[in-house]
């Protein structure tokens, strides 16, 4: 039997994708949440704000951890699946593979020292700047993988002879075209995930055992988060749709099943193609797609018909890219909801219809930044670097790959298992207001051991 290497190789690295976003979008959006829950709880005198600060930590610690196995595991499939795209590009790309290792480190190890040091220092401030590099470091790790998928999308910062990459310049290669609108929307994505994350675990306590001052408390600040990060979010896919339009059109055309160039370009919503390829049950926005991809209702949106058929993404990218949009205008508008109905005497903003739509952002923040991700690697077909090296080309030609991803498949399922289990033995049967009650009990022996007033 002949094995399809290069259709495997597709699958095993859709999986370890698939697989590392839920940990990388973790691991940069929760360190923010942590900082402002710290610095509110330290303005405000308030211990529940610090305790939130403290339990996010131990949750996030374990996120970190199963991250570092899944990203050595991205690193250790790109040099297994794709080597002829490793022998082509990596010297272009080493500069941000390195620097991303780098800002891990960065982060990992303040995170250690913001760990150990609670209640350590008499300024508490001192305490919160130490969460300053960590969100940093985070992000600093977002930035430059980040930059590296621009790089496969933009590719520049080289010169092409004889088949190699010649005269690289890593640092204009890193800060490609392509890099600030996707690092733009990789952290504002991230942040909402985070947020929307520990809002949806507020609301399900809530549901389930009654509103506690820690949960309402937790519950409004996570939420204010999400809203502000609804609103980046969708400017941050504004910025990217107008660069797909200036830069990868063919892209944006395959989002939106938009087949001829003209002006006046219509969005399309969902639907299907018939036969003849015509769309058939969508809902048409008249002019919309223009005004999205130059901001102007009458400009001219180039077609599928000006690119090679063999050169078209997939079509089935138009879903992607609509679920996505869809997921994050219900996002916002939940956290719309639950601030008129804070601000609105006469409705409840625990009430219950609205406590599970919170509870199921949850899945659809992280749908989100899947499909997000899915898109931009669909929609870059059939390259693996843009315009330079085609993705049959980059694949392996080792029939073992198939076995590489039972292997890789087996190494999550374990890791999933393991994630879940350690989170809910960290966590269950310990109450945040008993933990709070026990914290308190504990200061006051150790004022009463110091001889200090309580």
């Given at each position: ?6 259709l495997?190789?597709?699958w095993l ?28 709880g ?5 211990p529940?704000?610090?305790?939130m600060?403290?339990?996010w930590?131990?949750g ?7 991250g570092?196995v ?11 699946v794709w ?6 590009a990596g ?10 290792v ?8 303040f995170l250690?020292?913001y ?6 220092f008499r300024?508490p401030?001192i305490?919160?700047?130490?969460t ?15 930059s ?11 010169v092409?002879?004889a088949?190699h990459?010649?005269?690289?310049d ?6 490609n075209?392509a890099?600030p609108?996707?690092?733009f929307h ?14 949806g ?15 309402k408390?937790?519950?409004?600040l ?12 969708t400017l941050?896919g ?8 200036e ?9 939106e ?13 969902l ?14 926005l ?8 130059f901001g ?18 997939p079509l089935l990218?138009h879903?992607?890219f609509?679920f996505?949009?869809m ?8 956290a ?5 109905f804070l ?10 219809w ?6 199921a ?15 931009a690697?669909?929609g ?33 399922i ?7 289990f350690?989170?809910?033995?960290l ?10 009650e ?7 022996i ?6 200090e007033?309580?």
């Amino acid at each position: 039997m002949v094995i399809d290497t290069v259709l495997w190789s597709k699958w095993l690295t859709g999986l370890t994708l698939a697989f590392h976003a839920i940990f990388a979008t973790v691991g940069v959006g929760v360190p923010l949440m942590i900082a402002i829950a710290e610095f509110v709880g330290i303005r405000k005198k308030d211990p529940h704000y610090l305790l939130m600060a403290k339990r996010w930590t131990r949750g996030f610690v374990i996120s970190v951890a199963v991250g570092v196995v899944t990203g050595t595991a991205i690193a250790l499939q790109l040099a297994l699946v794709w080597p002829n795209f490793m022998r082509l590009a990596g010297n272009v790309i080493a500069l941000p593979l390195f620097m991303e290792v780098f800002a891990f480190f960065f982060e990992a190890i303040f995170l250690g020292i913001y760990m150990y040091t609670w209640d350590r220092f008499r300024n508490p401030y001192i305490h919160w700047l130490l969460t300053i590099p960590i969100v940093a470091g985070a992000g600093m790790s977002a930035f430059f993988i980040t930059s590296v998928n621009g790089f496969m999308n933009q590719p520049e910062g080289f010169v092409m002879e004889a088949g190699h990459f010649t005269a690289v310049d890593p640092v204009q290669a890193m800060l490609n075209t392509a890099t600030p609108s996707k690092v733009f929307h990789v952290l504002t994505s991230a942040y909402l995930t985070g947020a929307a994350l520990l809002a949806g675990i507020a609301a399900y306590v809530i549901l389930r055992k009654g509103a506690s001052a820690y949960y309402k408390k937790a519950l409004k600040l996570m939420m204010a988060i999400v809203l502000v990060f609804s609103v980046l979010t969708t400017l941050a896919g504004d910025l990217s749709a107008k660069f797909l339009a200036e830069h990868q059109p063919e892209k944006l055309a395959a989002a939106e099943w938009h087949f001829e160039t003209e002006r006046g370009a219509d969005l399309i919503l969902l639907g299907w193609l018939n036969a003849e390829q015509k769309i058939v049950g969508a809902l048409h926005l008249p002019k919309a797609l223009s005004f999205l991809a130059f901001g102007d209702f009458d400009a001219e949106v180039k077609g599928l018909e000006e690119f090679p058929p063999g050169e078209w993404p997939p079509l089935l990218v138009h879903y992607l890219f609509d679920f996505m949009a869809m997921i994050g205008f219900v996002m916002l508008a939940v956290a719309f909801l639950y601030f008129l109905f804070l601000f609105w005497k006469k409705r409840n903003s625990l009430n219950k219809w609205l406590l599970r739509a919170i509870v199921a952002c949850i899945p659809l923040a992280f749908l989100g930044v899947e499909l997000g991700w899915f898109y931009a690697e669909l929609g870059r077909q059939p390259w693996i670097i843009r315009g330079y090296m085609r993705v049959e080309e980059a694949a392996t030609t080792s029939p073992n790959v198939r076995i590489l991803f039972f292997l890789f498949l087996l190494l999550y399922i374990v890791l999933g298992t393991m994630c879940v289990f350690v989170l809910r033995r960290l966590f269950r049967n310990k109450p945040a207001e008993a933990e709070l009650e026990s914290l308190r009990q504990e200061k006051f022996i150790q004022s009463m051991e110091k001889g200090e007033p309580v």
